[in-house]
RNA sequence: GCGCCUGUAGCUCAGCCCGGAUAGAGCAACGGACUUCUAAUCCGUGGGUCGCAGGUUCGAAUCCUGCCAGGCGCGCCA
């Protein structure tokens, strides 16, 4: 697709006035496809010229004529239009993902370059809900996107396993410990906990000030709370492992906050060699308040340390391991202040990589706080997923027949329902998490692109026909539906750099939605059984072509591609 | 109070980076389409002061300023 992008390129740079340097910039993809597959607005030029934008484009059309593969130059308006040549441009998008198959919509852009992107990383004495949904699925996506246009990926999950709410925790489990109930379900176990620990402590002060000296304890390395702590986050590393499984995510890493917690006092002791620490108040902090960025908080007036403290000697240990070219934070937005701390104090420490450091935030999804027990486990929502496709498959009968594993269908249905409505929308916006929306299985969702995809499947094992070596690609332009999928198909590869280059997975739905409503609306104009074999073969080439996209994509969103549902 | 983010159809969103050709989808409503490869689909109808007000520009949903509304953050949580 690019070489005819070029081609025009160069062949406008043979005009005098024109470069190729100014010309590219400029040229555009309609907002109609029927007025071609790139133009060139002459808005600029007509300012630099100083003559009317219609004339520049009625005089380009007439000096260009038609060239290579471009069908046709015309002018209406302001506009200077394109159309490449219908079957030059079938033959060749068609035929190249063909050839590269799977890897349609790969590159080798990051070769020899490596990406840490940090996801997921719930806290361990509170519940894996929707929050920490979003970072995996968005994380997880962003891994894919990144290691299909060559990145050498690592994916770390750094648990929140450290910090005063363990000395929280380990209080209420003196006071109300069930150890069967931690055994038998330990998130939900000591996340009760947690909630009832929480409101005892809103009416007595003094449990606030027990688990602060629990966790100092924790920190100068006391036996009997370690022990405790260490129970905790073993039991609860098994559930996620699970849960993780389930959704077809996988880490690299799993490390945590407690792996540095010997490491922070070199972090502190440099800090304080680069003149950068300050005593204020009790506490340690580094002051930013000249970027606007309040002060960040080292140490706390018992010495204790905090979050920042230990993610800037994480950040240190990565470089050192990884030699990364960017390291990604998959967080919410509400630690923006956080992550801004993060990068501007390792920029004051002398790091030359803190440029490096990126944090992929996401908005908020609103109705549900740890503290208040309105959490929505994952669990509960994949199998409520799992349930209502199971519901829908039952519907049809026939189609249920075929399926052969029921079970696992649902469940990925299910779960491409939740993956694609949290992928769908902008990683800025919040939103109301409401399982009727989350749950809807028609309209713009995962499960219309499953669709898509299993009819595609359907008529390859039930047409009767086969995918032959060569292809009359004349046969397909009869119908005006080929050349909008054609279209449709040739942006692909672009998405993917787009969606790796603002981190946003929701182009890549936004495409996918487009594709799929492209072959639903060609479907019975592209038929293919009964047709003469070489128009048969073309239209399946063609079909076979949109099914390996939709596959392709949903797989850089997390998605099982299905064949039957 | 200060900072960041969001505001587009009744609802959920795309379009905003990089200003241009009639502002697009889905849901919901209403009316159609299954003797043929998946109707979890398709076709049609109605529905918008692009939060408000200025500014820049030949041209603004898009860029700038101010205001309004909502969300988040602002030293001993993560």
Partial sequence: ???????????????????????????????????GEYALPCFRLAREWRRRPNEIAEDLARQLGSFGSIASVESVGPYLNFKIDPLALTR?????IGEKGPDYGSDKLGEGKTIVIDYSSPNIAKP????????????????????????????????GDWGTQFGLLALAYQKWG????????????????????????????????????????????????LDLWNRFRTLSIQEYERVYSRLGVHFDVYSGESFYREK???VLEELKAKGLL????????????????????????????LYLTRDLAATHERYAEYRFHRLIYVVGSDQRLHFTQLFKTLELMGRPWADRCVHVDFGRILGMSTRKGQAVFL????????????????????????????????????????VFSDLSRRRVKDYEFDWEQVLAFEGDTGLYLQNAHARVAGIMRKSGVALPSSIDYGLLLGEGETLDLVRHLSAFPEVVHRAAEEYEPAFICTYLIGLARLLHQAYKALWVQGRPPPLAEARLKLLWSVKQVLANGMRLLGMTPLERM
């Fill in 1 to 35: 697709m690019i070489q005819f992008r070029e081609e025009i390129v160069h062949r406008l740079a043979q005009i005098p006035g024109l470069s190729e340097k100014l010309v590219r910039p400029l040229l555009e993809k309609p907002a109609d496809p029927s007025y």
């Fill in 92 to 96: 060749s998008v068609l035929g190249e």
């Fill in 128 to 159: 894996f809900h929707m929050g920490h949904l979003r970072s995996t699925i968005l994380g997880s996506s962003l891994k894919q996107i990144f290691s299909t246009l060559g990145y050498r990926v690592a994916s770390i999950n750094f648990l």
């Fill in 178 to 225: 069930d150890n069967q109930e931690l055994e038998a379900r330990p998130i939900r176990y000591l996340y009760e906990l947690y909630v009832k620990i929480n409101q005892a402590a809103q009416e007595e002060p003094a449990i606030q000030e027990a688990a602060r000296e629990n966790f100092r304890q924790m920190e100068e390395g006391a036996r009997e709370p």
């Fill in 264 to 266: 922070v006092q070199g």
């Fill in 278 to 305: 300050q005593l204020s108040q009790g506490a340690s902090i580094v002051d930013l308040l000249p970027w606007g960025l309040n002060v960040a908080l080292l140490a706390k007036s018992d010495g204790t340390t």
């Fill in 379 to 418: 669990d509960d929502v994949l199998d409520e997923g799992k349930r209502r496709a199971l519901e829908k498959m039952q519907a049809n009968p026939e189609k249920f027949a075929e399926v052969a594993d029921p079970d696992l269908t649902a469940d990925i249905c299910g779960m491409s329902a939740i």
